[in-house]
């Protein structure tokens, strides 16, 4: 029961220093106004992981495609790694490090908004998307832990959380996630229901 309540603890006091974080909290605020601004000018929003950051990618690219609060249109909002066919034969035939770069650059276009998930911010596969990205005039922005690891200098915008405990790390991720979902439908759909 106490190692219950102790990681209980943990969660809630990652969670408050991410409330008192004013950077953090206006970081996640441009993240909505950039996104609003991209989905109106007709781009898509793409998410990546790994593991459970890759859960929280698909689970956030559904709340965008299907719906969240409000009944309304789907956004064009997708997880890169959902193509099981796709995503084992370039790990195959090339490496797994490349399975999100060839797909930005496949399918992503300028002004997109390319979101990716890690908690260390230096999975290479990641990194590797967020350098394509970089390159062709997209969006990125970046879930990370406390450091920002490799991607915060390949982020338009850093949500780091501050912690370097992963499940601390990716329970606050889906929070701000959750947030970013409504305020960009709020927007969108203002007087919509």
């Known amino acids: 029961m106490e190692k219950i309540k102790k990681i209980i603890e943990a969660s809630i006091e990652t969670k408050k220093q991410v409330l008192e974080s004013e950077e953090l909290l206006q970081t996640l605020s441009s993240v909505v106004d950039a996104t609003v601004k991209a989905l109106e000018a007709g781009n898509r929003i793409y998410f990546c992981g790994n593991g459970g950051s890759a859960a929280d990618a698909q689970h956030l690219a559904a709340e965008f495609s299907g719906r969240f609060y409000t009944d309304r249109r789907a956004l064009p909002a997708e997880a890169l790694h959902c193509n099981t066919s796709y995503l084992t034969a370039v790990a195959n035939d090339y490496s797994y490090d490349v399975v999100y770069s060839r797909?930005?650059?496949?399918?992503?276009?300028?002004?997109?908004?390319?979101?990716?998930?890690?908690?260390?911010?230096?999975?290479?596969?990641?990194?590797?998307?967020?350098?394509?990205?970089?390159?062709?005039?997209?969006?990125?922005?970046?879930?990370?832990?406390?450091?920002?690891?490799?991607?915060?200098?390949?982020?338009?915008?850093?949500?780091?959380?501050?912690?370097?405990?992963?499940p601390r790390i990716q329970e606050s991720h889906i929070l701000l996630g959750h947030i970013f979902c409504q305020l960009v439908e709020e927007a969108i759909f203002a007087g919509s229901n």
């Open 103 to 166: 797909l930005v650059d496949g399918i992503c276009n300028k002004g997109d908004v390319l979101i990716g998930l890690s908690t260390s911010g230096n999975s290479a596969n990641i990194v590797k998307a967020f350098e394509s990205a970089r390159a062709k005039g997209i969006v990125t922005v970046g879930f990370t832990g406390m450091t920002g690891g490799v991607m915060k200098g390949l982020s338009d915008y850093l949500i780091n959380i501050p912690s370097a405990d992963t």
